[in-house]
């Protein structure tokens, strides 16, 4: 689609100088002010934490907020100067666009979408959406955004994460009673094809493929990412 599905507030430039503590990036605006911004990425952010490179903010009016700027993006240059998503709090905004507009062929059809609904062992987790109205089998789905290349080829995981290895399981235990899916949101716009990331986290390959065997439907999403928005590319290639 050449829509946006979303778009960014105001952005302000600037340069990333380091992050720390997880959840703190200074960085030097374009009018030379450095701030400390909230970094809304737990995650190694492997290949795309480069202290240097141009990043852009948004800003908050919000008084309560101790830190008002947020990193929403960062500028890599693997071949060509490419944008790359760093707030995770937005893929599952952007996906629940997407689901409303049916931008997704290959969910098939649906009425209703539920978000956050307990699944799983004793209803201990929350699957990040759930589709229904479509036939007798609802669709369970779950969002992990990918931002780690290796040419351009787009990985997930990018380390060990056992939460994810927890997603996979009970994912795959709903089946064949539902559908399930596991969504990668690509959060750049080089990379035409999706891998587990088997060199950092071995067993999440692993159970990624015993899902796939048994009917887990992997659906690695592409997006544009600019200052200005973000667009959805469709699939790429799944890499197995």
């Known amino acids: 689609m050449t829509e946006f599905l979303y778009q960014y507030p105001t952005l302000y430039p600037g340069i990333l100088l380091k992050r720390y503590k997880r959840f703190f990036a200074d960085i030097e605006l374009a009018t030379g002010e450095i701030i400390t911004a909230h970094c809304p990425n737990t995650g190694p952010m492997t290949g795309v934490y480069l202290p240097g490179n141009k990043v852009y903010v948004s800003a908050s009016d919000n008084p309560n907020r101790k830190l008002p700027y947020t990193w929403e993006l960062i500028e890599v240059c693997d071949t060509v100067p490419t944008w790359v998503g760093v707030n995770t709090s937005l893929p599952n905004r952007v996906v629940n666009l997407a689901l409303m507009a049916k931008a997704i062929p290959e969910l098939g059809a649906y009425s209703e979408i539920r978000f956050e609904v307990p699944y799983g062992q004793d209803k201990k987790s929350r699957v990040d959406f759930l589709l229904a109205g479509s036939d007798d089998r609802p669709i369970y789905i779950e969002v992990k955004n990918t931002t780690w290349v290796q040419g351009n080829l787009a990985l997930f995981p990018d380390t060990v994460t056992t939460r994810g290895q927890k997603h996979l399981r009970e994912l795959t235990a ?23 990331g088997d060199s950092a986290d071995p067993l999440y390959g692993k159970l990624l493929r015993e899902a796939i065997a048994l009917g887990l439907q992997v659906l690695p999403c592409r997006f544009d990412v600019s200052p200005l928005g973000i667009r959805y590319l469709g699939l790429a290639s799944l890499k197995v």
């Open 174 to 196: 709903l089946l064949p009673e539902a559908t399930s899916v596991m969504l990668y949101f690509i959060n750049r716009n080089d990379c035409p094809a999706f891998a587990p």
